[in-house]
């Protein structure tokens, strides 16, 4: 009955993108300050390498959190 | 002549209710931000003001579907509309004077299904388009967005909790800048939508435009600015109910709750499943406190909120209903409009003052 109703794929699709959407952007932006944070302590340290190491990985969850922001501005923009 | 009297009743009313959408939804967008100091509030609400402003004319996809899938076409007259706006206008007000969170859309569509119930009788509501647009999202929205903030804050303190508090607060409260801004554009796509729509409708049925046109410019401008207006007036007792009594509010709470809302908001979009921005904020509040501890929500102020979740439609559609009852009395020209929303005017008025006077809270 629900199902003649409700356009259950739509539903279904919608549900699995917005869990796995909401998880992935919040796993990449806590991975993003933990490098950040590590890439500080390390500096203070002085463990030149290490710092580096966390430095480009804070870069890369920056980079891949400014991505997932500009996929959402598409998306806006191409509402059906 | 009289068409065109209610024509522009229709009209002023329509950007009425997007004041009202603006200035109820506004907490949705903002209150997390502010709880948790990532923005000031007044900064806060202009910021929003601006992204819901320039949302209003990134897309003009559901501009024309308003209610079309929820009642019969043929029961829709510009009366139905302008009594349907009243109902939406009236709950929004109600909910705010609560300072409860309910959705603004859900309003609209009650009012108008009630009105049109009232026209025309129960042939005129499509009850599957009730169920499967309105029932089955309402039970999705806060669902999935409880979850998502949920196992979102559970990753924040799984990776973070061990880290030294200053960067990671202040890293947060940037994130939420972001993800507010995302729900804020996301919010004046999605609602400003809506009042053009209804104005789009009116000027179709009243014969200014023919059937299928996008709105005109000045239909698209004068939504956009009504609804950034209320937003930077801002309501202020619903940004207190979301950003302080539901749950006492980190930074990670915030961003988790934001971040939740504003994926499961796009998400959906993309896969033509548009869900209530209130009802997804509402639950990933509560899955973001819930998920650090389940007694942290406030349970009896969540169930007031789910409360007026379920009442809304009923409630706007006896309003709705009850106000083209009240325009019919006076026949089927415009005077019935013209007295309802002289009225409607002066209540609102009275209940502004009153509001202002009594203290509410507008933060500097």
Known sequence: MIATIVDTQALGRSVV?????????????????????????????????????????????????AAAVALGIVVMTHKS | MHSDLILVIVVATALAFDFTNGFHDTANVVATSISTRAMAPRLAVGYAALLNFAGAFISLAVAATVASDVVASGAITPTVVFAGLVGAIAWNLVTWYFGLPSSSSHALIGGVVGAAFAAAGADAVLAAGVVGKVLVPALVAPTVAFVVGAIAIWICYRVLGRERPGIVNRGFRIGQVVSGGMLALAHGTNDAQKTMGVITLALVTNGNLAEGSDPPTWVIVSAATAIALGTYIGGWRIIRTMGTRIIKMDTAQGFSAQGAGAAVILASSHYGFPLSTTHVISGGVMGAGAGRRVSAVRWGVAGNIVLAWLLTLPAAAAIGAAAYGFTRIFGTGAAGPVILAAAGLCLVTLAFVRRLRAGAPVPA
Do not use: D, N, P
């Not at chain 1, 806590?30 to 590590?38: G, Q, V």
């Open chain 1, 17 to 65: 993108a917005a869990i796995a959407s909401g998880v992935g952007v919040t796993l990449i932006f806590a991975l993003t300050l933990w490098s950040a944070s590590r890439w500080i302590e390390s500096q203070r340290e002085g463990r030149g390498a290490l710092a580096a190491a966390f430095a480009g990985l804070a870069i890369a969850g920056l980079a891949a959190f």
